[in-house]
T-cell receptor, first 114, second 112 residues
Framework: DAGVIQSPRHEVTEMGQEVTLRCKPI?????LFWYRQTMMRGLELLIY????????DSGMPEDRFSAKMPNASFSTLKIQPSEPRDSAVYFC????????????FGPGTRLTVL | QKEVEQNSGPLSVPEGAIASLNCTYS??????FFWYRQYSGKSPELIMS????GDKEDGRFTAQLNKASQYVSLLIRDSQPSDSATYLC????????????FGTGTRLKVLA
């Protein structure tokens, strides 16, 4: 069974450009999480969805960040406009929403904003 | 005070020794506790979860939880160089939320 899939794996862009990160959760998982990891701040939860509905977006740093989950098998995290301080590794994770709360992480997208 | 605190390390132990990793948390209502291992450049992977006070053993790993002291630890017996990684402690507040709070991690180095 395929794990969580993220694309792209690496993204280099210039300040002011729009960036879209993509995630496909594990089939059958109902909860999806977006995290950002930096050396300084560690792993921070940005937003999570349950059954495609955003439940908690309190970690989204500002209006430049937005996330969508149009169906159970796809989610996007968009940054517009991007800034150098957005440079980080962005992870997507998924879990079964009932019976277990183990989260399975994707390989991550390393974003560099110049 | 951070919600989940870990010593950043590095913690260096010789091969074959016991590595002890510690984590404290601030929210007394926390219900679930997890240890993730993250190799450099890779994603976190779950190695242990614990929900009740006491010890939970899985192979060479033992998780220990003390809710009264708001403390969770991970012991790795017979440490191997392949255990060298960053270990992240995560805490779930429970009550129907799946929001984990992660510590910044402890870097473990097992010396051959």
């Amino acid at each position: 069974d395929a794990g969580v899939i993220q694309s792209p794996r690496h993204e280099v862009t210039e300040m002011g450009q729009e960036v879209t990160l993509r995630c496909k959760p594990i089939s059958g998982h109902n909860s999806l999480f977006w995290y950002r990891q930096t050396m300084m701040r560690g792993l921070e939860l940005l937003i999570y969805f349950n059954n495609n509905v955003p439940i908690d977006d309190s970690g989204m740093p500002e209006d430049r960040f937005s996330a969508k989950m149009p169906n159970a098998s796809f989610s996007t995290l968009k940054i517009q406009p991007s800034e150098p301080r957005d440079s980080a590794v962005y992870f997507c994770a998924s879990s079964l929403s009932e019976g277990t709360d183990t989260q399975y992480f994707g390989p991550g997208t390393r974003l560099t904003v110049l | 005070q951070k919600e989940v605190e870990q010593n950043s390390g590095p913690l260096s132990v010789p091969e074959g020794a016991i590595a002890s990793l510690n984590c404290t948390y601030s929210d007394r209502g926390s219900q679930s506790f997890f240890w993730y291992r993250q190799y450099s450049g890779k994603s976190p992977e779950l190695i242990m979860s614990i929900y009740s006070n006491g010890d939970k053993e899985d192979g060479r790993f033992t998780a220990q939880l003390n809710k009264a002291s708001q403390y969770v630890s991970l012991l790795i017996r017979d440490s191997q160089p392949s255990d060298s990684a960053t270990y992240l402690c995560a805490v779930n507040r429970g009550s129907g939320t799946y929001k984990y709070i992660f510590g910044t991690g402890t870097r473990l180095k097992v010396l051959a």
